[in-house]
């Protein structure tokens, strides 16, 4: 089944313990990104991978690190994370890594609390 | 960066009722996307609009790109509860960026 896994679906952490949210697709797309939830603020994105080793920031990129070494995963890494990181968080992909010519699908988030 | 605007932000129907909703923007886009988010899950594709003026159907969900190209409309008619969820609009942006509305809520009413 075509799908983006992200893992794990809930973590609690303190302020400033490093973690990794990690995402997989398996429909080799080029394409893959980082979005965080907020009430009232929609979708906002942090990170993006046109392809392997190429990444590049959204619109809310402080705080967070990702890379892209094989074309299936794209993990995201919080160094130091904050109490204004809790957010649900959601990896997507797609096909091209132009401008935008097909559908992104997103994993089921990953709901990240930092205390 | 570029904003929409999307109204309402949540919205209680009942049942049988018609919904509708809408997504502004101050810059004009060649492509709107509608999606639908259920509960627990990630954002599904619902429509794409691609050109000025059109309206697509996808079963009881009907979108509209408005003339203007700064804007868009998503109707649902007779409200099921499976249509309960977060819609949000989004427009790609750029060479490589897709920009999300804040969302409508949709709610059953009791």
Known sequence: EAQVTQNPRYLITVT????????????????????????????????YSMNVEVTDKGDVPEGYKVSRKEKRNFPLILESPSPNQTSLYFCASRHGQGPYNSPLHFGNGTRLTVT | GQQLNQS????????????SMNCTS??????WLWYKQDPGEGPVLLIALYKAGELTSNGRLTAQ??????????????????????YFCAAPWGASKIIFG???RLSIRP
Not at chain 1, 31 to 46: E, K, T
Not at chain 2, 8 to 19: H, K, L
Not at chain 2, 26 to 31: K, L
């Open chain 1, 16 to 47: 400033g313990k490093k973690l990794t949210v990690t995402c997989s697709q398996n429909m080799n797309h080029e394409y893959m990104s980082w979005y965080r939830q907020d009430p009232g603020l929609g979708l906002r994105q942090i990170y």
């Open chain 2, 8 to 19: 309402p932000q949540s919205m209680f129907i009942q049942e049988g009722e018609d919904v």
């Open chain 2, 26 to 31: 101050s810059s004009i886009f060649n492509t």
């Open chain 2, 65 to 86: 790109f408005g003339i203007t190209r700064k804007d868009s409309f998503l109707n649902i008619s007779a409200s099921i509860p499976s249509d309960v969820g977060i």
């Open chain 2, 102 to 104: 804040s969302g409508t």
